[in-house]
């Protein structure tokens, strides 16, 4: 069982504040060109946590929907599809509270390795070629990982 850590959440820690302002560097005109080619954005984040910080400062989630947003806000595409999932196992009835201006967002209580292949309903090799596919996952500190289809 993975370990709660509370205090985490109090504040914002350097490395943290890297890795959201990297998230949010390349999220932008990631959304951006994905959006303008009209097929839909699948965003998944595999250990999302609260979604905010006890000192007011947004979390990854809130970044990255806040990105979606400005984005959907300055293309001229009409309904862009867009699915986000956000995945915590200790805290994701804070994060649904923390996501609430946000009722389109999928949140799940659980661990990723538990959850990931229902959410993609069918093999993520597949899901690769038909879809262009933002998955966060836990990986060096940085928790990106763009998949990008090319069908």
């Not at 389109?104 to 990931?116: A, F, M, P, Q």
Request: aromatic content about 12%.
């Amino acid at each position: 069982m993975a370990k709660k850590n509370d205090d985490f959440f109090l504040e914002k820690k350097a490395w943290s504040i890297v890795k959201d302002e990297l998230l949010g560097c390349y999220f932008k005109p990631y959304v951006s060109k994905i959006l303008h080619t009209n097929r839909p954005l699948v965003y998944v984040d595999c250990f999302a946590g609260k979604g905010k910080f006890a000192d007011g400062n947004n979390g990854s989630p809130l970044i990255a929907l806040e990105t979606i947003d400005q984005c959907c806000a300055s293309t001229s595409v009409q309904r862009p599809r867009i699915e986000a999932t956000f995945i915590d196992l200790n805290y994701a009835d804070d994060l649904r509270e923390n996501l609430s201006a946000y009722p389109w967002v999928k949140i799940v209580s659980g661990k990723y390795e538990d959850n990931i292949k229902a959410i993609f309903n069918f093999p993520i090799e597949i899901k690769k070629c038909m879809v262009n596919c933002c998955i966060v996952k836990k990986t060096l500190n940085l928790r990106l990982i763009v998949y990008k289809g090319t069908h």
